[in-house]
């Protein structure tokens, strides 16, 4: 068994949480109040943003030419088409770039971006892509299960559609193969690192969808306890 195929089999937990959950089912089916889908387009930016940083970053560390070409082209590619597809649906969403400049993120976009500089800064090549990797996988998924739904909104069918497609399919399993290759069998103390961050970012994903169903903020976060009434 490879790596990829150990981890995904021990965190299959949150995909399934993710493919199952409302604001997913919600696209596919084309119930997914607008409102929760703008509200993710904007937590989706602010995190590819800082995901190609991290690409950026990862090249800066890689050991060789081939892994340095990877992350400069594909944080080239990112900051390109997928931030201007979200431009794009900006506008259909009537998302105006003041109202963006004067965005701020939501807890759980904010800790997911947290998390994979704290794997970059702290670890090497290996542990950025371990943290990094959950996210285009995941999609990949989503994408494949709901490839035949109808929602019959034009924004959530663009967006199954790009997830299912072939192309975005194929540039997944190359990042699959890759993060075999950085997870040495050899080295089993690196694994359950390289583990630890994969789980995390598989939690952030399924927390993303949770972030956007329930429009998250910094203050629906406080639970404020008032002991003074149950005395």
Known sequence: MTFCEEVRKETDL???????????????????PLEKFRFYMMQDAFYLKHYAK???MAAAKAESQED?????????YITEAELELHRSVFQE????????EGFEAAPASYNYVSHMYSAIHNGDVSEAF????PCPWLYLEVGQYYKNARPGVSLYEDWIQLYSSREYEASVLVQIDMMNRFADPSMASKRTVLKQHFKKSCYYEWKFWEMAWTLEDWGKEVEVYDFAANS
């Open 130 to 133: 371990a943290a990094i990797l």
């Open 68 to 76: 340095l070409i990877y992350f400069l082209n594909t944080a080239k």
């Open 93 to 100: 969403l009537n998302v105006t770039e003041q109202e963006f």
């Open 14 to 32: 949150y995909w399934k949480a993710s493919i199952d959950h409302p604001f997913v089912k919600g696209i596919a089916d084309g119930t997914l």
């Open 54 to 56: 991290v690409l950026a």
